[in-house]
C-alpha cells in the first residue's frame, strides 16, 4: 500500500514539473526580423535583376568590364547584410547562409572576369543558385517570427 502511494506521489510530481515545464520555452536561434527579411529580399531582386539585365545582352558583349559596378554593389549589399547578421544574438545559422552566398557570389564575379564574356547557360544556372539560396534564407528568417 505504501509502495503504491509513493508510485502516484511520483507520478504527479513528474506530470507537475512538466506541465510547469509546457509554459517555458528555449531560444536557440535569433528573433524574427524583419529588417533582415526585407534586406533579402531586396538583395534577391537586385541579383535577379543583375543577371536578367545580363541575359538581354548580346553574349559577345557580355564583357566583365561592363559589369563591374554591379558587381560591387551587390557585393557592398551582401556585407551589409552579412555584418547586419553578425550582431544578432543566436544567429550562427544565418551568417553562414550570408558568408555561403558571398562565397557564391565572389567565385561568380571571378569567372566572369577570368573568361570575360557569360553563356545564357550559365546565367541561368546563377539565377537559379541565388533564388535557391536567398529563398532559403527569408524562409528561415519568417521561420523565426
Known amino acids: 500500500?505504501?509502495?503504491?502511494?509513493?508510485?502516484?506521489?511520483?507520478?504527479?510530481?513528474?506530470?507537475?514539473?512538466?506541465?510547469?515545464?509546457?509554459?517555458?520555452?528555449?531560444?536557440?536561434?535569433?528573433e524574427y526580423d524583419r529588417a533582415s527579411q526585407n534586406q533579402m529580399l531586396s538583395l534577391m531582386k537586385k541579383i535577379d535583376g543583375f543577371y536578367l539585365h545580363m541575359s538581354n545582352v548580346a553574349p559577345a558583349k557580355r564583357k566583365f568590364s561592363h559589369y563591374t559596378s554591379g558587381y560591387t554593389n551587390i557585393e557592398v549589399e551582401i556585407n551589409a547584410l552579412l555584418q547586419r547578421q553578425k550582431v544578432r544574438e543566436l544567429n550562427e545559422l544565418t551568417v553562414k547562409q550570408v558568408e555561403i552566398l558571398l562565397e557564391l557570389w565572389q567565385q561568380g564575379k571571378l569567372a566572369h572576369k577570368t573568361k570575360d564574356s557569360m553563356s545564357d547557360f550559365i546565367i541561368k544556372r546563377r539565377r537559379s543558385e541565388y533564388q535557391r539560396v536567398m529563398l532559403a534564407m527569408i524562409r528561415g528568417e519568417e521561420s523565426k517570427a
Do not use: F
Not at 506521489?9 to 528555449?26: D, W, Y
Open 1 to 30: 500500500m505504501v509502495k503504491a502511494w509513493l508510485k502516484v506521489r511520483v507520478i504527479l510530481a513528474a506530470l507537475l514539473i512538466l506541465s510547469t515545464q509546457l509554459g517555458c520555452s528555449l531560444h536557440l536561434v535569433s
